[in-house]
């Protein structure tokens, strides 16, 4: 059977873990000493009762600061190698055109920009179809899309979508988590992998 490979846009294919302790210590948000990670600035956040400066910053970063964020470590590898061996991958992500709060970026224009910028629709580069990119308003939209494409595959970094009642059930499960240092207690069909050279061994796509 051929591959037909979804993945997830944010956290899975951007990398946002510098970024946003960067930006939390510019606009004075946190102390230097908290966790350098996405999650280290939001739970900070949370625990000071600063839900909607985290929600806020959240749209400042996918909107003003996306050409600041890095791709992670062989994802670009990963798409470019795939491609090439004519496999079929798609982006397939959950993302709001406009942020809850603050001023009101395109996330969709923004997250497109920054893919091109990355080299992802160069022809002489990783070669991947604009057409195979889809951000989708809300969550039932992404499931659809998984479902409808009919991916054999699916990548992401949130175990709950993974483990939604309507997740394609034609789908192998991968979810991305480099960050985890023990298994979670996850559905066990669930496959866990830990960088982006992980899963091309896996598709056997080096």
């Known amino acids: 059977m051929t591959s037909i490979i979804g993945v997830d846009f944010d956290n899975t294919i951007a990398c946002y873990d510098n970024i946003f302790y960067q930006v939390a210590l510019e ?30 910053l959240q749209g400042y970063v996918y909107g ?3 050409k600041d964020v890095p791709p992670f470590p062989g994802v670009v590898d ?10 079929q991958v798609y982006i397939i992500s959950h993302k709001t055109r ?18 091109e910028s990355q080299g992802f629709f160069d022809r002489n580069g990783i070669g991947l179809s604009s057409e195979r990119v889809f951000f989708e ?10 479902s409808n494409i009919g991916c054999s595959h699916f990548i992401d970094d949130l175990p709950e979508l993974l483990m939604e009642e309507g997740f394609s059930k034609k789908s192998e499960r991968l979810l991305f988590a480099p960050n985890l ?13 830990r960088s982006w050279t992980e899963i091309s061994c896996y598709f056997g796509i080096h």
């Open 27 to 56: 606009k004075e948000l946190i102390p230097p000493a908290t966790s350098t990670t996405k999650e280290g600035v939001r739970n900070y956040l949370r625990a000071i009762d600063k839900e909607d400066v985290w929600t806020e």
């Open 64 to 66: 003003a600061r996306m």
């Open 78 to 87: 990963f798409f470019t190698s795939a491609i090439e061996k004519g496999i």
């Open 98 to 115: 406009y942020p809850y709060k603050g001023p009101k970026y395109d996330l969709h224009k923004s997250a497109y920009e920054w893919l």
């Open 137 to 146: 308003e809300a969550k039932e939209g992404k499931l659809s899309r998984i």
């Open 181 to 193: 240092s023990v298994e979670p207690p996850i559905d066990e069909e669930i496959r866990i992998v």
